[in-house]
C-alpha cells in the first residue's frame, strides 16, 4: 500500500490569502505545487495568454521562419512528417493548417505504426524526393533521425526538424575525471544535420521552458509564421465570439499538452486552460463531431475538462493510430461537413472502443506472467508479450506501471523484430537509463517518462537482465507516496471551499488534484452501483454526527478484501446492510459537487483509504 505524508512546506498562508482573496487552506495546496512569490501566484491563479513565453525565444525558431516564408513564396512544395500519437496528429494539424493559410504548397504524411515505425525513415525520405518535395518538416519526431536527415540533405532537400523528445547523446569517456565534479565521462550530443533544428531541449536553447509537447512547438513556430505575415494574433477577449486562426491552432496545442501528458505548469497551464475554452465554442468541424460520439457538449452544458481530453477525446485520435492509420484522424480535423465528420468521428470511437476491450485482455495476462514467474521479483518490468498487438503496448505499460509502481517495459513481437514502450515513476530517468543499455536497441527514442524502442528477440532477456543490474531505485524509491496538501475533517467542506478549488484547475501532471486526509472518519453504510457494481457509494458520518456521501471509484474488491481483513466479514455484511456496527476508516478524499434531477449537493470523493 502507498505511503502517506502530510505536505510540511511553511509559508505565511493567513498573509497570502489576504492579498489574493483566498483561503489559508488553497494558500497552503498553492505552495505545496512550489508555486511561490507574488508574481508567481498571480500567475498561477490569474494567468492568461499575454504571459505566454515568446516563441523567438526558441532556438532556431527565426531562421525557420524566414526558411518557410522563402519556400511560400517560391511555391516550393513542403511535406510535413509527424508522428501517429495525438500529439503527432495535432502538431500535423498545426503546420498543414497554418502553412495553407499563409498560401503553402503543403501536404502531410504521417507514418503508419506497422507499416512504417516511428518518425522519419529512409524510404519516406525516398518518397518524398521521388514526390518532388523540396522540403520536409518533422513534427514530434526527428530529433533522433540523423542518418535519414543525412540522406534527405544528400538530395538535395531543405529539412526543418522540430521536436520535443531528448536530444540523443554518447557518453564520452575522459582521459582524467573531471576536477570538478569527478565524472568521467561526458555526454556528447547528437544533432541531426537538418537546416534548422527546434527543440526546447537543444543544448544552448534557453527557452524559459522545456516541458512542451510538439504541438506546442508547432504552434509557437506559427505563430512567429502568422505575425510575419500580418494575421490576426491569439484573442484577449473569449467573450467577444471572435476567433481567429491562431486560436483554432491554440486548441490542439492545448489538445496534444493534455495528451502527451506534459505538465500543467507555467506556461502549458496557461495554455490548456485558454485552450479548453476555445474548445467549448471550437469551430473545428472534426473536433465538434468527435465531442459529439462521445456525449461531451460543452455548447449546451459548459462541461469541458482535462479529463474529458485526456481519457475520452484523445484515445480516438490515438485509436486511429494503433488500429488504422493516423490520416483517418488528420482527414477527421480537416472535415468540411458535419456529415462526414460525424461518420469519422464516430469510426474512431469504435477504433477506441477495440482498443479497450484489446488492452483489458493483454493486461491480464500481463499480470498473470508477472505474478507467475521472476519478473515479480524485479525493479525494473520488461514484459515481452509477443502476440499482442504493438500498438497498445505503452497503455499496457502504463497500466502495469500504475498497479506495481514500477518502470515498465512492455515489448511485442513485429514484422522485423521486436517493438514496445515503456512508462516511468518519478526519480527515474527511462530515456537516461536506456542509453546506458543502448547496444540492445536497434532504434529508440523519448523522455523522462516515457520511451518507445526497437530491438533483436534474442536481445530481450539480456535486455532485462541488464537493466535491472544497473537499476539504482531502493524499495522506497518503488513504494508509491501520497502526499497530503492538508489534513482537514469532512466538516470543513463547504461550496465555498469546491469553488474555490476551480481556480487551481485543469489538474493533471504537475499539477495535481489537491489531496485532503481525515483520520478515523466513521463508515455508517455502504452501496455497490454501476453496472459492474464495481462502484462504491458510503454514507459516513463526521464529528458533528452529519452525514455525508462519498464515492469511491477505486474498486469493490479491493477495498472488500482489507475490510473484512482488518474488521472480519460479519463486520463488512453489517455495512452493506446499514445494520451493522460503523466502520473507522482513514481517508484520502477530494471534495465536490453532485446536481442530480435539479438538486445540488456536496459530494466527497474517496481516493485513498487505510
Not at 479497450?356 to 519478473?375: F, H, N, Q, R
Not at 533483436?456 to 532477456?461: A, I, L, N, S
Not at 544497473?470 to 489534513?487: G, R, S
Request: aromatic share 10%; hydrophobic share 40%.
Amino acid at each position: 500500500m502507498a505511503k502517506w505524508y502530510v505536505a510540511a512546506k511553511k509559508a505565511d498562508f493567513n498573509g497570502i490569502g489576504q492579498r489574493f482573496s483566498i483561503s489559508p487552506v488553497l494558500a497552503r495546496v498553492i505552495r505545496n505545487r512550489d508555486i511561490e512569490g507574488d508574481e508567481a501566484i498571480e500567475k498561477y491563479l490569474h494567468g492568461t495568454i499575454r504571459d505566454l513565453y515568446d516563441p523567438a525565444l526558441l532556438k532556431g525558431s527565426r531562421e525557420a521562419v524566414l526558411l518557410l516564408k522563402d519556400k511560400i513564396k517560391g511555391q516550393m512544395p513542403i511535406r510535413v512528417i509527424g508522428d501517429y500519437d495525438a500529439d503527432g496528429i495535432c502538431s500535423s494539424y498545426i503546420l498543414k493548417r497554418g502553412l495553407e493559410a499563409c498560401g503553402a504548397v503543403v501536404d502531410t504524411m504521417i507514418p503508419h505504426r506497422m507499416k512504417d515505425g516511428y518518425g522519419l525513415n529512409e524510404h519516406l525520405v525516398d518518397e518524398a524526393y521521388a514526390d518532388g518535395i523540396d522540403t520536409i518538416l518533422t513534427c514530434d519526431n526527428g530529433i533522433a533521425a540523423y542518418a535519414q536527415i543525412e540522406q534527405a540533405k544528400k538530395y538535395g532537400m531543405t529539412v526543418i526538424v522540430t521536436d520535443h523528445h531528448e536530444i540523443p547523446y554518447e557518453e564520452e569517456p575522459l582521459a582524467e575525471p573531471d576536477p570538478e565534479t569527478g565524472e568521467r565521462s561526458r555526454r556528447r550530443y547528437k544533432i541531426p544535420p537538418a537546416d534548422v533544428v527546434i527543440d526546447p531541449k537543444q543544448p544552448g536553447d534557453t527557452y524559459p521552458f522545456q516541458e512542451i509537447c510538439g504541438a506546442v512547438v508547432a504552434f509557437k513556430l506559427m505563430q512567429l509564421l502568422f505575425a510575419e505575415f500580418g494575421f490576426d494574433g491569439i484573442s484577449t477577449d473569449l467573450t467577444s465570439g471572435k476567433r481567429s486562426l491562431l486560436d483554432e491552432l491554440l486548441e490542439f496545442a492545448a489538445f496534444a499538452t493534455i495528451c502527451d501528458v506534459m505538465p500543467l505548469r507555467e506556461e502549458n497551464r496557461i495554455l490548456v486552460r485558454h485552450g479548453l475554452e476555445l474548445m467549448k465554442q471550437t469551430q473545428n468541424v472534426g473536433l465538434h463531431a468527435l465531442m459529439e460520439v462521445n456525449q461531451i457538449l460543452p455548447w449546451q452544458d459548459g462541461k469541458l475538462g482535462a479529463f474529458h481530453i485526456g481519457f475520452v477525446l484523445g484515445p480516438c485520435l490515438n485509436a486511429s493510430g494503433r488500429l488504422d492509420s493516423a490520416q483517418r484522424a488528420m482527414e477527421l480535423l480537416d472535415s468540411k461537413t458535419r456529415e462526414a465528420a460525424v461518420a469519422q468521428a464516430a469510426f474512431l470511437k469504435q477504433l477506441n472502443d477495440s482498443r479497450k476491450e484489446m488492452t483489458e485482455e493483454y493486461v491480464k495476462i500481463a499480470v498473470e506472467m508477472i505474478e507467475s514467474g521472476p519478473l515479480k521479483d524485479d525493479r525494473v518490468l520488461v514484459v515481452f508479450l509477443p502476440d499482442c498487438h504493438e500498438s497498445i503496448a505503452g497503455i499496457i505499460a502504463g497500466r502495469i506501471r500504475e498497479r506495481y509502481y514500477r518502470p515498465t517495459f512492455v515489448l511485442t513481437r513485429g514484422e522485423e523484430g521486436v517493438k514496445g514502450s515503456a512508462r516511468s515513476i518519478e526519480g527515474y530517468h527511462i530515456y537516461e537509463e536506456m542509453t546506458k543499455c543502448s547496444s540492445f536497441f536497434t532504434k529508440y527514442g523519448g523522455h523522462k517518462m516515457a520511451a518507445g524502442l526497437s530491438m533483436r528477440e534474442e536481445d530481450v532477456e539480456p535486455f532485462r537482465q541488464k537493466i535491472n543490474e544497473i537499476c539504482t531505485l531502493t524499495e522506497d524509491d518503488l513504494q508509491e507516496k501520497i502526499h497530503i496538501d492538508v489534513p482537514m475533517p469532512v466538516s470543513y467542506v463547504s461550496f465555498r471551499l469546491v469553488e474555490e478549488l476551480e481556480l487551481l484547475e485543469p489538474f493533471g501532471t504537475g499539477n495535481p488534484k489537491p489531496v485532503f486526509a481525515q483520520k478515523d472518519l466513521k463508515f455508517v453504510s455502504a452501496r455497490a452501483l454501476g453496472k459492474a457494481g464495481n462502484v462504491l457509494r458510503f454514507t459516513v458520518e463526521d464529528s458533528e454526527q452529519k452525514r455525508w456521501e462519498m464515492m469511491y471509484f477505486g474498486g469493490k474488491d479491493n477495498f472488500e478484501a482489507y475490510a473484512a481483513e482488518k474488521y472480519g466479514q460479519t463486520a463488512l455484511d453489517g455495512l452493506y446492510s446499514g445494520k451493522g456496527s460503523p466502520l473507522y476508516f482513514d481517508v484520502v478524499y477530494y471534495p465536490g459537487v453532485n446536481t442530480w434531477q435539479g438538486n445540488t449537493k456536496l459530494q466527497l470523493v474517496m481516493q485513498q483509504y487505510r
